[in-house]
């Protein structure tokens, strides 16, 4: 099995000895800490985000922490945050490990990142509204490179085989042929351009009446640095009906994407390659939401990184039985742990 952590720069190997893996108390506590959270229910609906933040406040406080460096905030009762500090220093820049303690509800297949509401007010609304999708359904926003992307598909091209590899190779120089062919795929298809997907229907009022009314929810995950906006007007255009009204549901708040700095992605690459010598480290554009925005627009470079590895044709992310390895998880913990200590330090 060919193995790839999907993180940052790819630059040369470092020469130290792998870190030895987690003790047998660590890995206990490890265990004993993400049973606790499992157990507390923090979904959107009717769990409480206070209660796991109060939980994790506490053994950082029976760990040495003093209650001054330790807070519970939220908006309200059920949405507190756990916000903790470790001093250093001082001779450094302040190293943020930000991470969510609320859990996705099984039901909820999709993030809502930029949605839109398409409705039709007409006798023939469901009809009008379906063709309209379908002309969505068959537009491909322009491919669009930044620099994250180009830099994975660059050195994802060494590691693929066949067309696939030439392909990734071509289409960081413009082939729109290559462009084509990858976007088949829509792992690669959402790194290369903007991408609008109907996510839910409903329409008509009685089982014996025309409709008269249709709606579509639209989600779009657009590429950092595009405007929203511009993605409205395409959709519009796209459609092609001034019947359909476009509204949105929640407007998004873009921020450009951070740059891949080696001060931040040098430690990243030194550390996989102690633990998995070999590991080719690759730059990947989330197309998922995160909190990262809030940084970003905040002038505070934002990187993910977990260590942790999965089969590629096996995502359970968010599903019903969302599920990782024991001992990828395990590992994980480690090479956070001493990634930590390298960016800290």
């Not at 406040?57 to 519970?72: E, M, P, T």
């Amino acid at each position: 099995m060919k193995r790839l952590v999907i993180l940052c720069l790819l630059v040369a190997a470092s020469s130290a000895a792998a870190p030895p893996p987690l003790d047998a108390k660590t890995r206990q506590l490890a265990f004993d800490i993400y049973k606790q959270l499992i157990e507390i229910n923090t979904t959107n609906s009717v769990g409480n985000n206070t209660t796991a933040a109060e939980a994790m406040a506490a053994r950082l406080k029976a760990a040495g922490f003093v209650s001054n460096d330790i807070q519970v905030l939220g908006p309200n009762p059920r949405k507190g945050n756990l916000v903790a500090r470790l001093h250093g220093t001082g001779k450094e820049k302040p190293l943020l490990l930000l991470a969510h303690l609320d859990v996705v509800e099984a039901r909820r297949e999709d993030w809502s990142m930029d949605p839109f509401v398409l409705t039709e007010k007409d006798g023939y609304a469901i009809y009008q509204l379906a063709n309209g999708l379908v002309r969505l359904e068959n537009y491909q926003f322009p491919v669009t490179l930044n620099e994250v992307t180009r830099a994975y598909f660059e050195r994802m091209s060494s590691i693929e085989e066949g067309q696939t590899a030439a392909d990734m190779k071509a289409v960081t120089t413009g082939d729109a042929a290559a462009a084509a062919r990858l976007s088949e795929t829509p792992a690669y298809n959402n790194q290369l351009r903007t991408t609008c997907v109907a996510t839910r229907l409903e329409g008509g009022h009685a089982d014996n009446a025309l409709p008269q009314m249709a709606k579509a929810t639209v989600n779009c995950r657009v590429l950092p640095g595009q405007s929203a906006d511009a993605v409205r007007d395409t959709i519009a255009k796209v459609l092609n009906d001034p019947g359909i009204e476009i509204t949105w549901i929640d407007k998004p708040k873009p921020s450009a994407p951070s740059p891949l700095t080696p001060a931040v992605m040098k430690p990243i690459a030194d550390v996989t390659s102690e633990f998995w010598p070999g590991t080719p480290v690759l730059p990947l554009m989330s197309a998922g939401a995160s909190d990262g925005l809030y940084l970003r627009n905040a002038g505070i470079p934002t990187y993910g990184v977990s260590g942790l590895f999965g089969e590629l044709a096996d995502s359970r992310a968010h599903g019903r039985d969302e599920r990782v390895r024991i001992d990828s998880f395990y590992d994980s913990v480690q090479f956070l742990y001493v990634l930590a200590k390298r960016l800290s330090s």
